[in-house]
Nanobody
Framework: QVHLVESGGGLVQAGDSLRLSCAVS????????MGWFRQAPGKEREFVAD????????YGADSVKGRFTISRDNAKNTVYLQMNSLKPEDTAVYYCAGRLRADWTYWGQGTQVTVSE
């Protein structure tokens, strides 16, 4: 069975930092592209960032560029999202996902990030 387990969310103040982790098991991690998505209350799920198996990164909304950094540790089967200078509008449930080809096949349960003023 494939498992993606996110951790590292929490309640922080604006300007703080958080590092999310996603531990993956049950698949050949090094072969998969990994990504982070988020969903705020009342909004659609939004692509945040992904990293392919070669380490190439892509970021979604302009609002996260320069503040968020995605990385992966293939030895630990883990993908990370470093989030700096957090803003209240970053409040959302953050999900990690994995894909071998075009479609995001595997998803975690999500971790809540809440940023207060």
């Amino acid at each position: 069975q494939v498992h993606l387990v996110e951790s590292g969310g929490g309640l922080v103040q604006a300007g703080d930092s958080l590092r999310l982790s996603c531990a993956v098991s049950g698949l050949t991690f090094g072969s998969y592209a990994m990504g982070w998505f988020r969903q705020a209350p009342g909004k659609e799920r939004e692509f945040v960032a992904d990293i392919n198996r070669f380490g190439m990164k892509d970021y979604g909304a302009d609002s996260v560029k320069g503040r968020f950094t995605i990385s992966r540790d293939n030895a630990k089967n883990t993908v990370y999202l470093q989030m700096n200078s957090l803003k209240p509008e970053d409040t959302a449930v953050y999900y990690c996902a994995g894909r071998l080809r075009a479609d995001w096949t595997y998803w975690g349960q999500g971790t809540q990030v809440t940023v207060s003023e």
